[in-house]
């Protein structure tokens, strides 16, 4: 089954690679909601293909709450439990299994300080999107849409920030002490734990870390 992949031009190679390297045909956009959205629709019209959204999509938000369906399954005695977001596929999945399977467990997002439209979206009570912010955390730089913002507005305990050095940081101790290789996306939630240990202080904490497209040569910290 053929599959098309709009992509930004400024996506981390690793990404581009990966897609290609499993067959699928990539057609790049600017780096924006707008452009992207627009390029979906020409492909779209173009090819005749499905179109399946990246987050705002049932399939893909059932898919990503496994995740958290795991964890609760292998873990007792969860607390909380913490995911990143950006447009909100993940953290929508997580609230979908955990407000069904474990309604007592706090349910936390993490988002970068630099693309934090979803923070400000959850503090006004309505979305408020961020055409093109830019950190190094890429994977989380798209806004929320209606059906992830269902999720976050109904589910979310909290959603936290943190910085790019703090996300770095993060990764860093990630990958030298946990020796997992994941991209800067999948570190938010520990820098956001780190930055805030009075909120999580006496509990029993999940992380979902999960991305792990990497450009191994441009770490972020080898330029921070």
């Given at each position: 089954i053929p599959c098309h992949v709009v992509m930004p031009?400024?996506?981390?190679?690793?990404?581009?690679?990966?897609?290609?390297?499993?067959?699928?045909?990539?057609?790049?956009?600017?780096p924006s909601t707008t452009s992207r959205e627009a390029v979906f629709a020409e492909v779209?019209?173009?090819?005749?293909?499905?179109f399946v959204h990246p987050y705002n999509d049932p399939r893909v938000i059932a898919g990503q709450g496994t995740?958290?369906?795991?964890?609760?399954?292998?873990?007792?005695?969860?607390?909380?439990v913490i995911a990143p977001i950006g447009g909100g596929g993940m953290i929508s999945g997580t609230c979908l299994t955990l407000s069904n399977l474990a309604p007592n467990v706090e349910i936390y997002a993490a988002e970068p300080e630099q693309a934090d439209?979803?923070?400000r979206s959850f503090k006004a009570g309505h979305i408020i999107a961020d055409d093109a912010p830019v950190t190094v955390a890429d994977g989380l730089k798209v806004p929320l849409k209606d059906l992830t913002w269902h999720f976050?507005?109904?589910?979310?305990?909290?959603?936290?920030?943190?910085?790019?050095?703090?996300?770095?940081?993060?990764?860093?101790l990630i990958w030298g002490r946990m020796k997992i290789v994941m991209e800067p996306s999948s570190a938010v939630p520990l820098a956001t734990i780190l930055k805030n240990r009075d909120v999580f202080a006496g509990k029993r904490v999940g992380i979902i870390i999960t991305g792990?497209?990497?450009?191994?040569?441009?770490?972020?910290?080898?330029?921070s």
């Open positions: 031009h400024s996506a981390p190679q690793a990404k581009k690679d990966a897609v290609i390297g499993y067959g699928g045909n990539i057609t790049e956009c600017e779209e019209a173009a090819t005749g293909a499905d995740c958290s369906r795991e964890l609760n399954e292998q873990v007792e005695g969860l607390d909380a439209d979803a923070y976050v507005s109904t589910h979310v305990t909290d959603i936290l920030t943190a910085s790019e050095q703090e996300i770095i940081d993060a990764m860093k792990g497209n990497v450009d191994l040569g441009a770490l972020p910290w080898m330029n």
